[in-house]
């Protein structure tokens, strides 16, 4: 009796290619997904950084004016302002691949009113194109579309 082996070497290669081909048409979509994940994580902590900053001003938080500030296109930071000058309390870097498309820029709210002085628009874009703007209003409300 002849011992045949499991798998002969072209059942092998053949297996191994049509998994490379369904994985190559995979990998787009992934990555794609990935970056639109990396974009709603980025904007999801910019709000909530920007809301921090709001609620501490509101609540006059250590007697000083909160904001953010846009330092370039991959990092920002909450800062204080108060009669001994300007504070960088925590800085942040955006998620892999996504960037502001907004120029450096500071947002700053008011002690006790938490109003800004305008109406901003914060734009953030992956790699893909995909964009999400954080809309900052006068009276301090922020969204997000």
């Known amino acids: 009796m002849k011992i045949r082996p499991a798998l ?7 297996t191994i290619s049509i998994i490379a081909i369904l994985a190559a048409g995979v990998m787009p979509a992934y990555a794609t997904a990935r970056q639109r994940y990396a974009l709603k994580l980025s904007g999801d902590k910019l709000v909530s950084e920007l809301v921090r900053a709001h609620i501490y001003s509101r609540e006059e938080k250590d007697e000083k004016s909160w904001g953010i500030r846009i330092i370039d296109e991959n990092n920002y930071a909450l800062v204080n302002r108060g009669s ?4 960088v309390i925590f800085s942040y870097i955006l998620q892999d691949r996504v960037i502001f498309t907004t120029p450096a820029l500071e947002i700053w709210f008011d002690q006790g009113t938490g109003n800004t002085a305008r109406n901003e628009n914060i734009g953030l874009i992956s790699a893909s194109g995909n964009t999400r703007i954080i809309n900052v209003t006068q009276n301090g409300v922020v969204t997000s579309i």
Request: glycine fraction near 10%; charged fraction near 20%.
């Open 8 to 14: 002969t070497l072209v059942e092998l290669v053949l």
């Open 84 to 87: 001994t000058g300007e504070n």
